[in-house]
């Protein structure tokens, strides 16, 4: 188990990371989700060891090891842009964490050998073994990084940005490829990712970060469904806002009484958040009306850009593609099924 | 995509390409072939004696102790100042940057000077040298010092962008799976640098050897004693010796081609100098 308790970082003025409290569970699948500069990187650095926080600590296991470098933490590491050694085959690559070992405990050149070998059967890329790096197409790269960290055993497995350079078709592939390796290899994994869709995905748990804060800690499912900020729902999924005015649990929009419960309690202006799929066509003159400006097929259903209310904000709606898509330019109506009210300070934070 | 140029400027091409060939035979190759034959010019044997002459000995083997000195001190200065310019963020960096590229600001022989205000007789240090007994200034001490002044830009400057666009992940990477500091250098960061450090390392070898100025101002011109090679060519140049004279140059002439040679085909078969480094 891995724990961070009030970890603080900042670099010259600026607070990379601020009072982070975060349990990683063993076996767990964790993503590190956010924009850029929300320090997610930097966290996951923490963790390994290669950057230190000014306050705080890490543990592993209950044991202290804030101070610990790299080395002695027993973390594989996947670096962004693979790091591989240039100079070196994807054998000896993948056989580098044993070979500089202290020769007590170095296994003999053959042995490092085959256990590369296996390694590299376990990433499938048997046969690939000879050569170097740059005869790689970056999704082979990506598995050889994978396997060179696997090599020393760690007990934990930190990725950072893993698909980020890599295509969306391999993207996919390698991704449940992935996920089956952590449960076969009982890894405790922690990722690092700018892409909301990748985190839902993959991850058992999703800790969201903004701007050195964390946002939320939930499931996919929680963070998708009921995101606790307008930050997370914003973030997480596509969304539409409309600016509304929230009086006694209900809320108007350009003076449109939108018929969803407001959970929390509070008068003033607020933001409503909708997805797309949560809305149904209504009547004219029932719900919102919506002037269409563009339409195209999104998988099962038509997804219809517009503006809300002839001129007001734009928000994009899905419907079902059974039916003829609306033409551009005409009006049509609907009724928002499933929502989420935010303060407007919320906004502004 | 010459073919597609108009008649016009493939002219004015003709016409640049043929400027710069006379200029650089004019200023380059004309003085090459004449420091040749001018030391041929009484034949190979009289050649070969002016080299085997004892003074011209003591000075090659200056030339070379020199080297031998200054050039692994500079490989030294130049790892730590590229890496720590590359891979640690601190105060002063960029000050310290433009401290390394002062020697190439300076002329060498204020690089000279500097030493003989330092350690000569009525210097700072030279009382002091005096009464213990070590003598810099007109001995070998101070001709490796200014030597090594001059020279210590080469390897860092090559070093340090290269370095600075390899960035620190394959470090951290190797650190990360439990090396050393020390193995992490040995087999990630050399090799990664080894052919700029072998581009630096030849150019300031051919700067060791062909300095003139520094050195002149601290050797005092002791023959066979504290002369390096050119300082040895000027001396026989002065005595209207002219074959001896050009004799030694042709090496020091020689040893210029090789490192033109050896730098070419560095940069062909390694694409080095155009931003990559394999």
Redesign the interface.
């Known amino acids: 188990m891995i724990s961070l308790h009030n970890i603080s970082k900042s670099f010259g003025a600026f607070a990379a990371l601020h009072d982070i409290d975060l349990t990683v569970r063993d076996g767990e699948f964790l993503a590190l989700l956010g924009p850029s500069g929300s320090g997610k990187t930097t966290l996951l650095r923490i963790i390994a060891g290669l950057a230190f926080p000014d306050e705080g600590h890490v543990r592993f296991n209950g044991e202290d090891v804030t101070d610990l470098p790299v080395a002695e933490r027993k973390v594989g590491f996947v670096f962004q842009q693979y790091a591989l050694f240039k100079h070196m085959t994807v054998l000896d690559n993948i056989g580098f964490g044993l070979s500089v070992r202290r020769r007590a405990q170095r296994p003999a050149k053959s042995k490092i050998r085959a256990r590369a070998r296996e390694l590299l059967d376990l990433v499938q890329l048997d046969g690939l073994g000879d050569r170097y790096p740059a005869q790689l197409s970056g999704g082979q790269q990506q598995r050889v990084a994978l396997a060179r960290a696997l090599a020393v055993e760690p007990q934990l497995l930190l990725l950072d940005e893993p698909f980020g350079a890599l295509d969306a078709k391999v993207r996919k592939e390698l991704r449940r490829w992935l996920r089956q390796l952590h449960e076969q290899m009982r890894l405790t994994s922690i990722f690092v990712t700018h892409d909301q869709e990748e985190a839902l995905e993959l991850a058992d748990r999703v800790v969201v970060l903004n701007r050195g804060v964390i946002e939320q800690i939930g499931t996919p499912e929680e963070v998708y469904m009921a995101p606790r900020s307008g930050f997370v729902s914003g973030f997480v999924g596509d969304c539409n806002s409309l600016p509304v005015t929230v009086r006694g649990n209900r809320a108007q929009f350009d003076g449109i009484t939108i018929d969803v419960p407001v959970e929390r309690s509070f008068d003033g202006p607020a933001r409503l958040d909708f997805r797309p799929h949560d809305v149904a066509p209504s009547e004219r003159d029932v719900g919102l009306p919506l002037q269409v400006s563009g339409v195209y097929r999104r998988g099962g259903s038509w997804r219809v850009e517009g503006s809300v209310n002839g001129s007001g904000p734009l928000a994009e709606i899905d419907l079902d593609a059974d039916h003829a898509p609306p033409q551009i330019g005409s009006r049509l109506a609907f009724t928002i099924t499933r929502a989420r009210v935010f303060p407007i300070e919320e906004r502004a934070r | 995509m010459s073919a597609r140029l108009p008649h016009r400027s493939a002219r004015a091409r003709r016409a640049l390409i043929a400027l710069a060939l006379a200029f650089i035979g004019f200023f380059l190759v004309l003085p090459l072939v004449a420091v040749f034959a001018e030391a041929l010019a009484k034949g190979l044997a009289t050649y070969g004696t002016a080299l085997v002459e004892p003074d011209a000995v003591s000075a090659i083997k200056l030339t070379l102790l020199v080297a031998a000195i200054s050039v692994p001190l500079n490989v030294v200065f130049g790892l730590c100042a590229a890496w720590a310019v590359a891979k640690f963020d601190f105060r002063g960096k960029s000050v310290l940057v433009t401290l390394i590229d002062l020697p190439f600001s300076v002329s060498p022989v204020v690089a000279g000077l500097v030493y003989v205000l330092l350690f000569g007789a009525q210097g700072w240090f030279g009382p002091w040298l005096v009464d213990h007994g070590v003598r810099i200034i007109f001995a070998v001490p101070g001709i490796v010092l200014a030597t090594i002044l001059v020279t210590f830009p080469f390897v860092a400057r090559e070093l340090i962008p290269l370095m600075q666009e390899q960035g620190r992940?394959?470090e951290?990477?190797?650190?990360?799976?439990?090396?050393?500091g020390f193995?992490t250098f040995l087999?990630?960061t050399l090799?990664?640098i080894r052919w700029g450090l072998l581009y630096g390392v030849l150019l300031c070898n051919a700067r060791a050897m062909g300095e003139f100025g520094a050195v002149s101002v601290v050797s005092g011109h002791l023959r066979g004693l504290t002369n390096t090679m050119p300082l040895h060519v000027e001396i026989l140049y002065n005595e209207y010796n002219f074959v001896a004279a050009f004799a030694v140059a042709s090496l020091l002439a020689l040893l210029a081609l090789v490192t033109l040679v050896l730098k070419t085909s560095l940069e062909w078969k390694f694409g080095y100098g155009r931003g990559s480094a394999?």
């Open positions: 992940a394959d951290e990477a190797a650190l990360a799976l439990g090396a050393t193995k087999r990630v090799p990664n394999k």
